[in-house]
Nanobody, 121 residues
């Protein structure tokens, strides 16, 4: 069982940047970031394959967010630039026991508790 712990959330202004981190208790395979805004369902934000060669982003964050991983440290990151009020949500790190990244959250076996990001206008 792999435990995931997110950090780096906070309150920022529109246009600011924020970097989220996800610490895993052990080696991980494909990883993803999801978010849940108030009153909305949790949605896919970004994903990265086991090798790191393949990444995927939701249309709403493409060009602004960057996912990366450091396997030596069992860490996954989400660099968020040009933040908008619509990015306000609780952000979750997720991992799956498979090398290939997917957008469907049901395929992720491990989940963190989430870190809150609030973007003010």
């Amino acid at each position: 069982q792999v435990q995931l712990v997110e950090s780096g959330g906070g309150l920022v202004q529109a246009g600011d940047s924020l970097k989220l981190s996800c610490a895993a208790s052990g080696p991980t395979f494909a990883m993803g970031w999801f978010r849940q805004a108030p009153g909305k369902e949790r949605e896919f934000v970004a994903g990265i394959s086991r090798s790191g060669d393949t990444v995927d982003y939701a249309d709403s964050v493409t060009g602004r967010f960057t996912i990366s991983r450091d396997d030596a440290k069992n860490m996954v990151y989400l660099q968020m630039n040009s933040l908008k009020p619509d990015d306000t949500a609780v952000y979750f790190c997720a991992g799956r026991r498979n090398s290939y990244l997917v957008r469907t959250q049901g395929f992720y076996e491990y989940w963190g508790q989430g870190t809150r990001v609030t973007v003010s206008s």
